[in-house]
């Protein structure tokens, strides 16, 4: 008899920053504040980003490890309706064997104070992948908010 095993094969991280939505969603889809923000010196930087931003339009970001290996993140927006949601596919080359391609679905909800930000990101092939991933956008958000609350 086989044995199959299941998993979630989504995650969801969410974080309140202190700025309105419009600034957040800004922040997130303009390169250079992309740049600026997403990345540090003891993980990684990224070097340079290209956005066609709209339902269909490709995204690609390029950066390097802090031992200055090269990698890239790239996808299709599936969903662009500002300052509210951002839908994307996501696709990375690193790893062996290469990752099928996952969905990202970033949402802004305005509250009394700033903005809730809701990453759902959806279609990992495995359990370490996802909870890879999961450190990953913790980590992401928490660069997002320090630099719209410095």
């Known amino acids: 008899m086989e044995a199959t095993a299941t998993f979630d094969d989504t995650v969801v991280c969410e974080?309140?920053?202190?700025?309105?939505?419009?600034?957040?969603?800004?922040a997130w889809i303009d390169p250079a504040q992309r740049l600026a923000?997403?990345?540090?010196?003891?993980?990684y930087r990224g070097t340079r980003m290209e956005s066609d931003l709209?339902?269909?339009?490709?995204?690609f970001t390029?950066?390097?490890?802090?031992?200055?290996?090269p990698f890239s993140v790239y996808g299709t927006y599936?969903?662009?309706?500002?300052?509210?949601?951002?839908?994307?596919?996501?696709?990375?080359?690193?790893?062996t064997p290469p990752e099928p391609e996952s969905h990202v679905l970033i949402e802004f909800i305005a509250t009394s104070s700033g903005t809730h930000v809701?990453?759902?990101?959806s279609g990992f092939a495995s359990a370490p992948s996802r909870d890879a991933h999961n450190q990953g956008w913790i980590r992401v958000l928490g660069w997002l908010r320090g630099y719209l609350q410095h």
């Open 62 to 69: 390029e950066g390097k490890s802090t031992q200055g290996k």
């Open 118 to 121: 809701v990453v759902t990101h």
């Open 54 to 59: 709209r339902v269909g339009g490709r995204w």
């Open 15 to 26: 974080i309140d920053i202190d700025a309105p939505p419009a600034r957040v969603f800004e």
């Open 78 to 95: 599936t969903r662009v309706e500002p300052p509210a949601a951002l839908g994307f596919t996501w696709n990375h080359d690193w790893g």
């Open 37 to 43: 923000w997403w990345g540090d010196d003891a993980t």
